[in-house]
């Protein structure tokens, strides 16, 4: 992970290329770019903190953390109106993570070690939630036509019932699983660096992350007209990528190591977070900021989210996996991918 750390030489030069206003394609990628290493300290720091607790406890604050950064850019993209931009960052992430990270995971850990195994008890609840989420996430988008031509107003609140009951389920989740986690022994504290420090680090990553996003956010549309790219391929695509890409990395490196237990908490839960825990609070975040979003996503979002999910379902029921079905995975989200590239503004 250390050579991330090369990445933060964008961070000053996107910071300087805004006061001294540069080419908005150049900045929009140095921002990116530059969120990519504050996000992989921001995770390092989280870990720090998490040292003291068990490998649930940690995996909780990791997965956390791990979605922080793009929580921070989605707030500022609203903030600048560009809610389809956010949705598609929603469902970019939780296809990242379903398709491209566990993919990669499996396939990578399997050319190495063979097949692979893991809890399926544990595999098969995280399978379970993942298609709560997505029917949640359908839910408002199916009924939203019928209901918006009596009253647009009844699809806002039909999007804040269920975005209140997604965080609900997400909390009873995380209470499951700190209560199956009695017993376990906290780990060694081994951390080298003071507290104090590893505060400062995580305040620090997070104020310039907001920082960058802010810039990032304030580029979409001139790159979009310098591209020929749509609003909605760059939240699919690069956004969700820009955010998470430490914990991605972390992910793979787990199943290289033959950790797919962890590896697959890592990528299942972060989709997990981004389903049942972020979407549902930019649903709040945005009405208190004159912004309403909706959890209306359209039709291809829809299809890909459900395809996404019933694929990953079956490849972890079994509790093991090889690197074919890593291949598969990825072969998805290619297809997936190559599709909404083409598909033109929705």
Known sequence: MNYLYLLLIFVPLTIVGWFLHWNPVL????????????????????????????????GLLNATMGNAAELIITIFAIKEGLLELVKASITGSILGNLLLITGASIFLGGWRNGVQRFDRTH?????????????????????????????HMAVEYLSLGVAGAMILIYISSVAFALRGAHGE?????????????????LAGAAGLI???????????????????????????I???????????????????????????NISFGSSLQIALLVAPLLVFISLLMGNPLTLVFNQFELIALIAAALITTLVALDGESNWLE??????????????FFFLPAV
């Open 27 to 58: 900045i929009f990628f140095s921002a990116a770019v530059g969120v990519v290493p504050l996000a992989g300290i921001l995770g390092e720091a989280t870990e720090q903190l998490a040292e003291r607790a068990g490998p649930r406890v940690g």
């Open 123 to 151: 595999a098969g609840t995280n399978a379970t939630m993942s298609v709560l989420a997505i029917i949640a996430l359908s839910i408002p988008s199916l009924f939203s036509h019928s209901i918006e031509a009596t009253s």
């Open 185 to 201: 022994t906290a780990a060694p504290h081994t951390s080298r660096q003071p507290l104090g420090l590893t505060i400062a680090l």
């Open 210 to 236: 907001a920082w960058l996003s802010e810039i990032l956010v304030g580029a979409v549309e001139p790159v979009i007209a310098s591209l020929g790219v749509t609003e909605f391929f760059l939240g699919i």
């Open 238 to 264: 690069l956004i969700p990528l820009v955010g998470n890409v430490a914990e991605h990395l972390v992910a793979v490196e787990m199943a290289w190591k033959n950790r797919m237990e962890l590896s697959l």
């Open 326 to 339: 890593g291949a598969q995975l990825l072969v998805v989200y290619f297809i997936v991918g190559l599709a």
